[in-house]
């Protein structure tokens, strides 16, 4: 993976506006790329390319922590010997009560190393966020931001890198002629939550054109009349995926008899063979 870092130390010379050009480019020259915007005190990558809003996933993420403190557990005068332990000024006593300003307070633990009530205990606050989405130019765009006032923005920075290596890992790794997204609910019976269209879009998106979603199989309706088709269907299947006797007749709601019969026809003509994954038995396709 090739990562061109656009970086500057004045605000204002025009990085978002290169790097959203060089990425909308590099897509175009049919380049797989994945855009990160690493800015989090000011993220604008997805204003350039007018992608506002409507993104795929939103995390919350938590980068830093700040004291809790319990007054339970102080009192007035040993409240008064936490506060100087502060170097941000962010401890202050008020009505005998030891109190954080939060928006001062750069969470490094001292108070909590410094009390010697054991009355501070640092805490992880969800502070930032991280967001992705497909773009229209088909490329992903992650970007993240740290909430206002909170501190942490070099772990927001790693977090956004981690989710853009994903991706990246996901394009490098597989580079087929023709990607199959097989997504029939499995084991036979067992609701899954399958992704949504969107998911499923982007994702094909994202392993570029050769990908296409195998989502539908011939399914016979309850009751329905001799199975013309079933030898076929049950072939269709099995040359998609390996299957069960019960994930063929949930599948194909057909009766589980006639489906045995089929898979005897194959059998015995070698077209398919039997195999067994943890005490389970699946047909599968005879290469
Ligand atoms: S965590 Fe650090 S900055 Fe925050 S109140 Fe305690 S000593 Fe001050």
Redesign the pocket.
């Given at each position: 993976m090739k990562k061109i870092a656009i970086i500057s130390g004045k605000g204002g010379v025009g990085k978002s506006m290169l790097a959203s050009s060089l990425a909308i480019l590099f897509s175009q020259d049919k380049h797989k790329i994945v855009a990160v915007d690493c800015d989090v005190d000011a993220p604008n990558l997805a204003v350039w390319l007018n992608e506002i809003g409507n993104w795929d996933e939103k995390r919350k993420i938590s980068v830093s922590?700040?004291?809790l403190i319990d007054n339970n557990k102080i009192n007035s005068a040993q409240a008064q010997k936490c506060v100087p332990?502060?170097?941000?000024?962010?401890?202050i006593v008020e009505n005998e009560k030891l109190k954080?300003?939060y928006f001062?307070?750069?969470?490094?633990?001292?108070?909590?190393f410094?009390c010697p009530q054991g009355a501070?205990k640092?805490k992880a606050v969800k502070n930032g966020e991280i967001k992705i989405k497909n773009t229209k130019y088909n490329f992903p765009l992650v970007s993240g931001h740290l909430f206002p006032g909170e501190t942490g923005s070099g772990k927001v920075v790693s977090e956004i890198k981690q989710q853009a290596e994903k991706f990246k890992k996901i394009i490098d790794k597989i580079n087929p002629d023709e990607i199959q997204l097989n997504l029939p609910i499995r084991p036979s019976g067992v609701k899954l939550s399958l992704p949504s269209r969107k998911t499923i879009e982007m994702v094909s998106k994202i392993l570029g054109k050769n990908a296409k979603a195998v989502v539908k199989f011939s399914i016979k309706k309850k009751g329905g009349k001799a199975y013309g088709n079933l030898k076929k269907d049950i072939f269709n299947f099995l040359k998609v995926r390996p299957a069960t006797l019960e994930d063929l007749t949930s599948s194909l709601n057909a009766n589980s008899t006639e489906i045995v019969k089929q898979l005897y026809w194959f059998l015995e003509r070698k077209k398919i063979k039997e195999s067994r994954s943890k005490g389970t038995k699946y047909f599968v396709i005879n290469d």
């Open positions: 922590e700040k004291p332990k502060c170097k941000f000024k962010a401890l954080l300003n001062l307070c750069e969470g490094c633990g001292a108070c909590e410094f501070i640092m």
